[in-house]
């Protein structure tokens, strides 16, 4: 499988993000950018070796990580004994929510600081109010959207059904 250049390109672009937003290997990154950028039908597993020019090994090992952390489905077609990987919609919901439980935890911990820079730092709390009042608005209304989203989210997948 002979990739284009703008797509080897891309799948690397979008493989560094994801080894550092989402800490995966550099084999398991590409694999998924590789999946983002196929069609929703997914890729057999030796579209995927063939693509990535790693061994069998190798990608058999990335992949079933991917499996794990359910960043990739797989699924069969009947008659054909082949196993075809594509992304999972459940990835995508799963990784909202957790950037969600991430904002409630940095609202709480600033609220502690804030509560207690207020009680035994007060002059440092007067200088540093605003900023702080604009960073947790700035977080309520990431929350916010972000569940509205998953909302939405949930409203589509009931939808496609």
């Given at each position: 499988m002979e990739l284009s250049n703008q797509k080897q390109q891309l799948i690397e672009e979008v493989g560094v993000y994801l080894e550092e937003r989402a800490g995966l290997s550099p084999l398991a990154s590409r694999i998924y950018a590789l999946l983002i950028l196929s069609s929703r039908e997914g890729m057999s597993f030796e579209n995927i070796?063939?693509?990535?020019?790693?061994s069998k090994s190798s990608v058999s090992n990335n992949v079933n990580v991917l499996l794990q952390l359910h960043y990739i489905e797989y699924y069969t077609k009947p008659g054909d004994r082949k196993r075809y990987f594509r992304t999972s919609d459940y990835y995508l919901k799963n990784t909202m929510?957790?950037?969600?439980?991430?904002?409630?935890?940095s609202l709480k911990i600033i609220?502690?600081?804030n509560d207690f820079n207020e009680n035994n730092n007060p002059?440092?709390?007067e200088v540093e109010k605003a900023i702080g009042t604009l960073y947790k608005d700035l977080l309520h209304?990431?929350?916010t959207k972000l569940n509205d989203t998953l909302i939405q989210f949930e409203k589509l997948k009931e939808t496609s059904k």
């Open positions: 070796v063939c693509a990535m020019q790693a929510e957790q950037q969600a439980h991430l904002i409630e935890k609220q502690k600081v002059n440092k709390f209304d990431q929350l």
